[in-house]
């Protein structure tokens, strides 16, 4: 129990100093000072400032994926009405996150440092499963293409939509935007929500989801 305790401390503390100070600045000496342990306490758990950002950074994005998991799963709810509330809730993920800011804003998917390889997959995994979900909603629309071009649209939705909010990240996260632009983007959101449904009516072979339940 106190070594779980113990490395529960030094990630509380890695967290808040990698948020204010970036990777770079951050020292395995300075973890160990704010956490009241020797720097050799740290060895016994992490070996290296490098592994500690990596297990946080893989801790962020789990919880991230199992929140957006719960939404995108509930079959309550029109699958439009879960993806206008996923890419809201995505957001609001990424601007409470700690670690895996900082890895945005330092470049960490799009740099080949070794270092980060680790935080590469875990963001790589991620994306991967997302455009996974995107899919599954263009899948979900009512049509008459054969299989095969249902496909290809689905994979285009799914690529557009990521590089939208791979570019929306940037402007919020890196540039510090997101407060600014909050309200805009929800407006978005509701604008790709919407033509998506009047895509879906236009294919409509039969269904009686009313409107309402975009809102």
Request: aromatic share 10%; charged share 25%.
């Amino acid at each position: 129990m106190n070594k779980v305790k113990t490395s529960e401390v030094i990630q509380k503390v890695a967290v808040d100093l990698f948020r204010r100070f970036g990777f770079e600045k951050t020292s395995m000496e300075e973890i160990a000072r704010k956490a009241h342990k020797a720097k050799r306490s740290l060895y016994n758990h992490f070996n290296s400032k490098e592994e500690i950002f990596s297990e946080l950074v893989r801790q962020e994005m789990d919880v991230m994926r199992e929140r957006l998991d719960a939404v995108v799963s509930d079959g309550k709810q029109f699958v439009l009405t879960r993806l206008r509330q996923y890419l809201l809730l995505r957001m609001e993920l990424l601007a409470e996150a700690g670690t895996l800011l900082v890895a945005i804003r330092g470049g960490m998917l799009d740099t080949s440092d070794y270092r980060f390889g680790e935080v590469k997959q875990s963001m790589d995994g991620f994306a991967q499963w997302e455009h996974e979900v995107f899919q599954r909603v263009w899948h979900a629309k009512p049509t008459l293409d054969t299989p095969e071009v249902v496909e290809q649209q689905a994979t285009a939705f799914a690529d557009m939509l990521q590089v939208v909010l791979n570019g929306l990240s940037h402007s919020f996260f890196v540039e510090n935007k997101y407060e600014q632009y909050r309200s805009s983007y929800e407006m978005l959101v509701n604008l790709i929500v919407n033509s998506v449904f009047e895509s879906f009516q236009h294919q409509t072979l039969h269904t009686d989801e009313p409107n309402a339940l975009l809102q």
